[in-house]
């Protein structure tokens, strides 16, 4: 059991919140039950286990960290205060792990008749990541692809927003649009790109997968050589407001994709 704030251990876990840090490691950190499990189960390279039992109370829990402990893995208990000072997240559960980075690449991303990404391009906000590839998750969508300079995929923020999605879909980065535009060209893949300059409101708009739904960055939006890449569309506003939040927007547009296919097959 850890009871110091100054041991070792515990301050390179902290260190963890610093992308430098996670970049020289290749590992991060995440924090929460549900999280935790989704990692393992689908197979992320867990590393580390951490547990404080004094906040670990669930039967779930305790169960899968004894199965950890039976097949191998390093467990490490620590004390209530020594979790929260590295904890992000308020009342923290008592269950965290550090995993491997596991860098994916564009070609592997499964294109099907069914198909559905999200690309964004330049995103900056981390809150806002976790929270698309939350809602990316939930309408089944084959992956995220970030375009350029973005948020880090590994930032405490976004492994605390996505719920643990992070592990449930395949985000991958690319360092030019070109890059991206290449790839959808080769698979046939539609390009919905967003602008609220755009003509065509989305709902009017035949949102037929493979089609991936290109975003752009909070503040700039998308360069016009890629928003005219694809079909642009915007989401009509009828009040004072002239914008949604990025993680309302793509949540609307892939619901919308998930309602036309639904729609489709009934008939």
């Known amino acids: 059991?850890?009871?110091?704030?100054?041991?070792?251990?515990?301050?390179?876990?902290?260190?963890?919140?610093?992308?430098?840090?996670?970049?020289?490691?290749?590992?991060?950190?995440?924090?929460?039950?549900?999280?935790?499990?989704?990692?393992?189960?689908?197979?992320?390279?867990?590393?580390?286990?951490?547990?404080?039992?004094?906040?670990?109370?669930?039967?779930?829990?305790?169960?899968?960290?004894?199965?950890?402990?039976?097949?191998?893995?390093?467990?490490v208990r620590v004390a209530r205060a020594v979790f929260e000072s590295f904890a992000e997240r308020e009342n923290p559960s008592g269950l965290a792990a550090t995993v491997e980075m596991t860098p994916r690449a564009l070609n592997a991303l499964r294109v099907d008749a069914d198909a559905l990404f999200v690309a964004l391009y330049q995103i900056g906000n981390p809150g806002n990541l976790g929270a698309?590839?939350?809602?990316?998750?939930?309408?089944?969508?084959?992956?995220?692809?970030?375009?350029?300079?973005?948020?880090?995929?590994?930032?405490?923020?976004?492994?605390?927003?996505?719920?643990?999605a992070l592990f449930t879909l395949p985000c991958v980065r690319v360092d030019t649009a070109q890059e991206f535009l290449d790839w959808a060209r080769a698979r046939t893949v539609q390009l919905i790109t967003t602008s609220d300059s755009a003509a065509?409101?989305?709902?009017?708009?035949?949102?037929?997968?493979?089609?991936?739904?290109?975003?752009?960055?909070?503040?700039?939006?998308?360069?016009?050589?890629?928003?005219?890449?694809?079909?642009?569309?915007r989401i009509p506003m009828s009040g004072q407001l002239d914008s949604l939040n990025l993680a309302c927007a793509a949540s609307v547009l892939l619901y919308e994709v998930k309602r036309q296919q639904l729609f489709s097959r009934n008939g």
Request: hydrophobic share 50%; aromatic share 4%.
């Open 200 to 233: 065509q409101e989305f709902w009017r708009v035949a949102l037929r997968p493979p089609l991936a739904l290109v975003l752009g960055n909070e503040g700039a939006g998308l360069p016009d050589a890629l928003l005219h890449a694809g079909q642009p569309t």
């Open 1 to 75: 059991m850890i009871t110091s704030l100054s041991n070792p251990l515990i301050k390179e876990l902290r260190a963890l919140a610093r992308k430098k840090e996670r970049d020289a490691r290749g590992e991060f950190l995440v924090e929460g039950i549900q999280p935790v499990l989704c990692a393992a189960q689908n197979h992320a390279p867990l590393k580390l286990i951490l547990v404080a039992p004094d906040l670990l109370t669930s039967a779930i829990a305790r169960a899968f960290v004894q199965t950890q402990e039976r097949q191998g893995a390093r467990v």
């Open 132 to 164: 698309i590839l939350r809602t990316a998750d939930a309408v089944n969508a084959r992956g995220v692809i970030l375009i350029g300079a973005s948020a880090d995929l590994y930032a405490p923020a976004v492994v605390k927003a996505s719920r643990g």
